[in-house]
């Protein structure tokens, strides 16, 4: 069928063969209409979950949302770890140079503990147009795991950035953590043009504390 916003699917009126498997891995209930996660049940008719996120509030103060509110921009196919935090970033390419970017993140809370991690990144830039370039602001990633492990954010990396008229935006990858869209950086550029940068990254620091979820 046509898929919609917030996972609600139209169904064809010759459809002959049902499949209830739904993207990201849900499980559609025909008789309730709704869709089973795992952990909880989500009702498309209202983007919302039916019970209240496990983790409690520190997946946000809306506990029965999805995905933030934003299924265009963000996704979370298995239910995984967020980290949240802020980053600096700079660089030039012109049309080569080099980027350098530093993240100060914290986990959300798993089985009554929480992870933050300070991890660097560098790599050279290709660009065009693009001479010199910064950044800082706000955010996200996921992994594809569900344990705390801070150490899945060195390896190979890459940033992503293009500005036009002094608005930018950029993607990063980060090892095995991937950006989640929060809010467009605050930053400064000179002329027009787009940058890629292929690099690593490091896990500089790290430490564990707890929080109390009692998930």
């Given at each position: 069928?046509?898929?919609?916003?917030?996972?609600?699917?139209?169904?064809?009126?010759?459809?002959?063969?049902t499949?209830?498997?739904?993207?990201?891995?849900?499980?559609?209930?025909?008789?309730?209409?709704?869709?089973?996660?795992?952990?909880?049940?989500?009702?498309?008719?209202?983007?919302?979950y039916?019970?209240?996120?496990?983790?409690?509030?520190?997946g946000?103060?809306?506990?029965?949302?999805?995905?933030?509110?934003?299924?265009?921009?963000?996704?979370?196919?298995?239910?995984?770890?967020?980290?949240?935090?802020?980053?600096?970033?700079?660089?030039?390419?012109?049309?080569?140079?080099?980027?350098?970017?530093?993240?100060?993140?914290?986990?959300?809370?798993?089985?009554?503990?929480?992870?933050t991690?300070?991890?660097?990144?560098?790599?050279?830039?290709i660009?065009?147009?693009?001479?010199?370039?910064?950044?800082?602001?706000?955010?996200?990633?996921?992994?594809?795991?569900?344990?705390?492990?801070?150490?899945?954010?060195?390896?190979?990396?890459?940033?992503?950035?293009?500005?036009?008229?002094?608005?930018?935006?950029?993607?990063?990858?980060?090892?095995?953590?991937?950006?989640?869209?929060?809010?467009?950086?605050?930053?400064?550029?000179?002329?027009?043009?787009?940058?890629?940068?292929?690099?690593?990254?490091?896990?500089?620091?790290?430490?564990?504390?707890?929080?109390?979820?009692?998930?």
């Amino acid at each position: 069928g046509e898929a919609e916003s917030l996972a609600s699917v139209t169904k064809p009126e010759d459809q002959s063969l049902t499949l209830n498997l739904r993207f990201p891995g849900q499980y559609h209930d025909q008789e309730s209409g709704l869709y089973y996660n795992y952990f909880r049940t989500y009702d498309p008719s209202k983007g919302r979950y039916t019970q209240s996120d496990p983790i409690g509030l520190m997946g946000g103060v809306n506990t029965f949302g999805y995905v933030a509110g934003n299924p265009l921009s963000s996704y979370d196919p298995y239910g995984l770890v967020m980290w949240t935090g802020t980053y600096r970033t700079g660089g030039f390419a012109a049309p080569g140079g080099a980027t350098v970017a530093y993240f100060d993140l914290v986990s959300e809370c798993v089985s009554g503990m929480k992870s933050t991690a300070s991890v660097l990144y560098v790599g050279p830039t290709i660009g065009l147009g693009l001479e010199v370039s910064g950044a800082e602001g706000n955010i996200a990633f996921i992994m594809h795991r569900d344990d705390l492990s801070p150490w899945e954010f060195q390896g190979v990396a890459g940033v992503y950035s293009a500005s036009i008229m002094g608005f930018g935006v950029s993607r990063i990858v980060l090892g095995n953590a991937f950006q989640r869209p929060v809010d467009e950086p605050r930053g400064f550029t000179i002329e027009i043009g787009a940058a890629v940068s292929l690099g690593s990254s490091t896990l500089t620091d790290f430490s564990y504390s707890s929080c109390g979820c009692g998930t």
